[in-house]
């Protein structure tokens, strides 16, 4: 038997930070100092989740265009990747490029997506020499470089890293089918975030699937969400918040304590600036208690 839940549903929101891939699957400088701008997109879509519960899903391309320039990178950007960097925001990465998982698992070529190396990019001049250890008496001692030199001569796995405490999350933008579920397990992968039109409504929006355990996406949420973000004014998004509000209050009366994850479109940075105030609302609602990811 489960004990029923009380209080205010709980929510957790998943956004994706994302932008257009180029055909070399690097953004060069040109493009990381419009996008790190003080209007730039990248700077739009971190201002909108920063320090907020929101788990960020991050495009590793990012990061990696940012780390390959080296002393090179734009001051904004390398300022931009510091400050996502330092956030208190969960993070997880997506597939390189956003590319598309449900293709590739269909395909056989999951094991495709990962890049293989990035010397093309690298320049020497931009990095310090790779900083190695040297024999010493100390044995907690660790070579260091200095704050002003330039960092040290990446690896690709250097370029790729990223320290979370969450499991590898398959977030794919598309719907994922069962015969895909085992694919992705063997990619790696440990969660995948799915609809709720796709497995019905659960009891936990943590379930068990083949080999991999699914995120529950609350559909019918998700699409009020959407609404609110994409509103064209504020009048429109009010009115569209009131609704998603008007639901959660609903769930809280019909299952009170349970778990909710919504989710953002991937399309949200380009189509509206509203996310922040929609996530404002979900902090100050009595209807939902916004919760992290994890």
Sequence with gaps: A??????PVSVAVVVP???????SGLLDADDLERYTGPFGSLTRQLDAVAGTPAAI?????IPASIRVLGSAAPSSAAQWLARLEATSNEVFLLAYADADLVSAARTGTLGDLVPTGFDFALDEADFSPAVTAAPTADP???????????PPFPTTDDLLAWTTALPAIAWPDTTVGADDLPALAGAGYDHVIVSSSATGEP??????????????????????????????????RTTAVDALDAELAARTAATPGRGLVLTVNRAWNSTSTGLSEVLARLASTPNATPVPLS
Aim: hydrophobic residues 55%; without cysteine; aromatic residues 0%.
């Design 2 to 7: 489960v004990p029923p839940g009380v209080g």
């Design 17 to 23: 930070i994302t932008v257009a891939a180029p055909a």
């Design 57 to 61: 899903a991050l495009d590793p391309m």
């Design 140 to 150: 907690t001692a660790t070579p260091t470089v200095g704050p002003n030199d330039p």
């Design 203 to 236: 009891a936990a929006p943590l379930v068990e699937l083949d080999g991999i355990r699914g995120v529950v996406a609350d559909a019918a949420l998700t699409a009020l969400l959407a609404d609110a973000v994409a509103a064209a004014s504020s009048s429109v």
